[in-house]
């Protein structure tokens, strides 16, 4: 899983591409390479490791040229190796790839009875083999060379045969393509083209590109020419920098309360719950029997949070599932359900498949996401937007908080479309979330405290996390960011379970992290954090402000604003970010790119 871009036009392709890559680093960071086209060749570039080492390499030794195609590398077949970053080479023509090729095996056998002999371990190198075997036309032999490869993928083709041009395709997934001025920007994602263009068109569905300096030629599967419509792209170069902050992570952390505005802003008109765009008619919303949540990773905690929000507030029955779970599910028959997809990118492809899976089986739908025009935003019935802006930073922090207060609004805005939440008591929560960027900004107040114990902790061998209720999936999140940005051990488990088994892992190295607000789970909350001190381990405990008990029982409380129980696991969330970031900091990880992991992953 990967990031593409292509560029053409008349300024230095190997300089627009690294920083183009750069804004694609989410997406894998393990290599990165460039083609350019040089005169009749094509020169490549690889290095191991972030897209800055490839940046180095190009300023010590420059590759000139015009037209080119560049990689970011999230290895799925074939280890972390140059022969294995992209861009591949088969004769003259270079390859970028996102995806994988199902039956590459296959393919590689055939090809290998040919006597092609091949350099690296992926199964991308085939596809270039393929296109290369069926030259003369270009354009030609990339169409039969797909017409053989199954799987999802996204794809830009350089040849040095036919050297004004690249070819761009995607199937199953998208690609998108910038329109400036004479020059045009591929790229996997529109944060790679937004820095030039604001001018934007989208190929997906087996969808192929001819992009020379004189125009797009879009053709679909079958080869006849489609009209494309342009976009045009929001999101404002500037908020994709660090702004003076040292790291992106703490520079989205620090957003939230933002972000909470601005949801709040698109979605409340007149002191209601406005989700108009949801294209779910009254009869609709009646026949809901069941909403089934689904996310990966953040997202999949975020639809744990969903569970209780639509459960508690709504009374709809709620499942949650995974997205690499729910669309094996046997259950084909989901009319009657509705289905929301949650996925900050859009575009995990998980997360996409299960959409297709509702939609193809009769349910409604619905995706939460942050990324406009994405893949998920695209396919599903409704869209609910996040509105966090861009987030760079591979573990999410405030699209995470953001699709909470968006599961929010929909959980009061579909108990009020059917009748089981009264209206003063939507108008009710409707204040409290209104309270909330307030309260936020007092839970960012928390960054030194945490910072002081991370000194504490940062060198203990790991950390659990336990919570009660809504706050059960914000202790699972808190130990995944703790993971992801520490590398640290650390898990999260439901309160009362921990005496089942998790405590045999209490000792005095291992603290607990223990999410103990004012809500109905108070007593047996504190409870599991007594009896986790009573087997020596070190408790930290998040309550609510004035709570002076758990004061005599406790030495590390970290007190959090009062709240509704509903919106509490967003206020949890924020000293749990930052704890786990400078935990990180202080055991000198890549925060913001942490090892092994993609923001997005676009690949099964
Ligand atoms: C990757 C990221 C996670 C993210 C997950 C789902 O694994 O590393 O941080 O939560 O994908 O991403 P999505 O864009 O679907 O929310």
């Avoid at 997906?204 to 792209?233: F, H, L, M, W």
């Avoid at 209780?308 to 669309?327: D, F, K």
Wanted: hydrophobic fraction near 40%.
């Amino acid at each position: 899983m990967s990031g593409l871009v292509g560029y053409i036009g008349r300024r230095e392709a190997a300089e627009i591409m690294v920083d183009a890559l750069k804004k694609l680093e989410y997406r894998g960071y393990d290599s990165a390479g460039v083609a350019v086209i040089t005169g009749k060749d094509i020169s490549c570039r690889k290095e191991i490791g972030i897209i800055r080492r490839l940046k180095d390499s190009l300023e010590r030794n420059p590759i000139t040229g015009t037209i080119g195609i560049g990689h970011t590398r999230w290895a799925t077949h074939g280890k972390v190796s140059v022969e294995n970053a992209h861009p591949q080479i088969a004769g003259n023509i270079a390859i970028v790839h996102n995806g994988i090729v199902d039956n590459y095996i296959e393919l590689k056998e055939e090809l290998l009875k040919e006597g092609v002999v091949f350099q690296s371990e992926t199964d991308s190198e085939v596809i270039a083999h393929l296109i290369n075997r069926e030259l003369g036309n270009l354009e030609e032999a990339v169409a039969k060379a797909l017409k053989k490869i199954q799987g999802v993928y996204a794809l830009i083709v350089l040849s040095a045969d036919d050297p004004e041009k690249l070819i761009a395709v995607a199937y199953g997934t998208r690609m998108v393509i910038g329109l400036g001025g004479g020059e045009y920007f591929v790229g996997s994602d529109t944060t790679a083209v937004a820095p030039y263009t604001k001018d934007v068109i989208f190929i997906s569905d087996g969808e192929r590109a001819v992009i020379s300096r004189e125009g797009v030629d879009i053709r679909n599967i079958s080869g006849q020419r489609v009209t494309k419509k342009i976009e045009r792209i929001g999101w404002n170069p500037v908020m994709m920098e660090k702004g003076g902050y040292r790291h992106y992570f703490i520079k989205e952390v620090c957003e939230q309360p933002r972000v909470i505005i601005d949801t709040l802003h698109n979605h409340i008109h007149g002191g209601e719950v406005d989700f108009a765009g949801l294209s779910l008619s009254d009869k609709d919303l009646a026949g809901i029997t069941k909403i089934v949540l689904t996310g990966g990773g953040t997202s999949l905690n975020a639809a744990i949070v969903g569970k209780y929000l639509i459960e508690g507030i709504a009374g709809i029955p709620a499942e949650v599932e995974s997205i690499s779970e729910l669309r094996f599910s046997p259950i084909k028959k989901l009319g009657g359900q509705l289905m929301v997809a949650i996925s900050q990118s859009g575009e995990t492809i998980d997360a996409v498949s299960c959409l297709r899976h509702g939609n193809a089986y009769g349910a409604k739908t619905i995706a939460i996401t942050n990324t406009k025009y994405s893949t998920l935003e695209k396919e599903a019935g409704g869209n609910i937007n996040i509105s966090a802006g861009p987030e760079i930073s591979v573990a999410p922090s405030k699209s995470f908080t953001g699709s909470i207060v968006s599961l929010y609004l929909l959980a009061i805005y579909l108990g009020i479309k059917r009748g089981t939440l009264s209206a003063e008591k939507s108008a009710e929560m409707i204040k409290n979330v209104a309270a909330l960027p307030h309260k936020i900004e007092e839970a960012i107040d928390l960054e030194e405290r945490m910072e002081q114990l991370s000194r504490i902790f940062y060198r203990n061998k790991g950390f659990l996390y336990i919570g009660r209720g809504i706050n059960y999936p914000i202790a699972l999140e808190g130990a995944l960011k703790m993971k992801k940005l520490s590398y640290l051990y650390a898990d999260g488990y439901i309160g009362g379970e921990i005496k089942h088994g998790p405590i045999a892992l209490v000792d005095e190295d291992t603290p607990v992290v223990v999410l103990v607000p004012n809500d109905k789970y108070y007593r047996h909350t504190l409870a599991d954090a007594e009896e986790i001190a009573a087997r020596g381990g070190t408790v930290i405990a998040f309550a609510t402000e004035g709570d002076t008990e758990i004061a005599k029982r406790f030495e590390h409380i970290i007190y959090l604003p009062q709240s509704d129980y509903y919106l509490n696991p967003i206020l949890n969330s924020i000293p749990l970010q930052f704890l786990a970031y400078f935990v990180g900091l202080r055991r000198g990880c890549m925060v913001d790119l942490p090892r092994n992991l993609a923001k997005s992953v676009t690949v099964e």
